[in-house]
């Protein structure tokens, strides 16, 4: 069972990258899927989570707008699409699946037993 987190890397500010959260050996039925990230010195936050039973969305307030999370269930993938990116926006950002963890577990971290290796993001000026 793994998560792969994937597509980050050096954008300047108001640039675009989107994130990849691959699963092998489960599938995202009835699980919650979250993106996550930390920033040197500070606490992990959540940043954006879906569910695949209803594919309900939660976005924090700082990412709503900007950041969209999608999932294809054919590639058992949940993608992150962030747009606009700013320099707070810097941090590994890791994606990490639930089994039937609502999206207000998922936003915290609740009930999140598969955590993929982190990707960094970084934002210059």
């Known amino acids: 069972v793994q998560l792969q987190a994937s597509g980050g890397g050096l954008v300047q500010a108001g640039g675009s990258l989107r994130l990849s959260c691959a699963a092998s050996?489960?599938?995202?039925?009835?699980?919650?899927v979250g993106w996550f990230r930390q920033a040197p010195g500070k606490e992990r936050e959540g940043v954006s989570c879906?569910?695949?039973?209803?594919?309900?969305?939660y976005y924090s307030g700082s990412v709503k707008g900007r950041f969209t999370i999608s999932s294809d269930n054919a590639k058992n993938t949940v993608y992150l699409q962030m747009n606009n990116l700013k320099l707070e926006d810097t941090a590994v950002y890791y994606c990490?699946?639930?089994?039937?963890?609502?999206?207000?577990?998922?936003?915290?971290?609740?009930?999140?037993?598969?955590w993929g290796k982190g990707t960094q993001v970084t934002v210059s000026s």
């Open positions: 879906i569910s695949s039973r209803n594919g309900s969305t």
């Open positions: 990490a699946a639930g089994l039937g963890a609502t999206i207000r577990q998922c936003h915290y971290g609740y009930g999140m037993v598969y």
């Open positions: 050996g489960f599938t995202f039925d009835d699980y919650a």
